[in-house]
C-alpha cells in the first residue's frame, strides 16, 4: 500500500495542482491567535499536506498553552476539534525514515532546527516540483529554506 508521500508523488504538483504544506508555526497562530492570515493561508486552493510531525507539535502547543492558562478548558476543546477537522483534510505524511535521512543533510540557511528540519525534508520529499508547493508558515527559518528551496512561501 502507497505511502502518503508516494500518492503524492504519484500525481506531481504539476499535474494534479497546488499542493499547499502546512507547517505548525502557522497552524497554531491559527488556532492559539486567530491570526487572520493564516486561517486564510490554511484554507486557500491547493491540496493541504502536512507532517504527522504537525499534530503532535499542535497538541503540545494546545497543552502548554491551557498549562500556562492562555486558553480555557473550552477554548482548549475547540481547538483540538478545530485540529481534529484539519487533519482530516490533510494528506499526513509520516516520518519515516526517508524523512529522518533527509533531515540530517544540510539546507540552504542554516543553521535549522531538527523539528524545522522535519518539515523541510518531508517538504522536499513531496515537492517533485517545488514551484508548485506553497509553504505556509510563520517560522523564518522554514520560510527562509522553503524559498531558497523554489517553493512558495505564505
Do not use: W
Not at 494546545?62 to 481534529?84: I, N, Y
Not at 482530516?88 to 544540510?106: F, K
Amino acid at each position: 500500500m502507497p505511502t502518503a508521500a508516494s500518492r503524492h508523488k504519484a500525481t506531481p504538483a504539476s499535474a494534479a495542482g497546488s499542493v499547499r504544506y502546512l507547517e505548525t508555526s502557522a497552524v497554531l497562530a491559527a488556532l492559539l491567535e486567530g491570526d487572520v492570515r493564516a486561517k486564510r493561508s490554511l484554507r486557500g486552493p491547493g491540496d493541504r499536506v502536512t507532517s504527522a510531525l504537525t499534530f503532535t507539535e499542535a497538541q503540545r502547543g494546545l497543552r502548554r498553552s491551557r498549562h500556562d492558562g492562555r486558553l480555557t478548558a473550552d477554548q482548549e476543546r475547540r481547538a483540538r476539534r478545530a485540529l481534529a477537522h484539519l487533519r482530516s483534510r490533510c494528506t499526513v505524511v509520516a516520518i519515516t525514515d526517508e524523512v529522518l535521512a533527509g533531515a540530517g543533510r544540510p539546507f540552504p540557511v542554516e543553521p535549522v532546527r531538527t523539528l524545522d528540519a522535519l518539515h523541510l525534508a518531508t517538504i522536499a520529499l513531496v515537492a517533485d516540483a517545488p514551484e508548485f508547493i506553497t509553504v505556509v508558515t510563520r517560522d523564518a527559518r522554514v520560510r527562509d529554506n522553503a524559498a531558497a528551496l523554489g517553493c512558495a512561501v505564505e
